[in-house]
Nanobody
């Protein structure tokens, strides 16, 4: 059973930055892809960023140019660098993995990001 533990969230002012981390049980190199999602009350969980094969990245239009996803194989972790944060980025952020062609179905606790003055 893969466990995901997100951290790094907090309260930040508009224009500020945060770096989220997600530690994954087992070896992260065995997964075909990693991704970050976010969810706001009343909305569906949305894909924010993904990294495939540890190399190819994809970003939601709303965050492109501001967010960057990366993997640290030695630490079995995936990170999300978030710059130029806006109030619309306020959400609980979650990570997930893909094993082969199958995405994980058990979500971690997530980490709260609040962007406010």
């Amino acid at each position: 059973q893969v466990q995901l533990v997100e951290s790094g969230g907090g309260l930040v002012q508009p224009g500020g930055s945060l770096r989220l981390s997600c530690v994954v049980s087992g070896s992260i190199s065995t997964f075909s892809a990693m991704a970050w999602y976010r969810q706001t009350p009343g909305k569906r969980r949305e894909l924010v960023a993904g990294i495939i094969g540890g190399r190819v990245t994809h970003y939601a239009d709303s965050v492109t140019g501001r967010f960057a996803i990366s993997i640290d194989n030695a630490e079995n972790s995936v990170h999300l660098q978030m710059n130029s944060l806006q109030p619309e980025d306020t959400a609980v952020y979650y990570c997930n993995y893909r094993y082969g062609s199958v995405w994980g179905t058990s979500w971690g606790p997530g980490t709260q990001v609040t962007v406010s003055s």
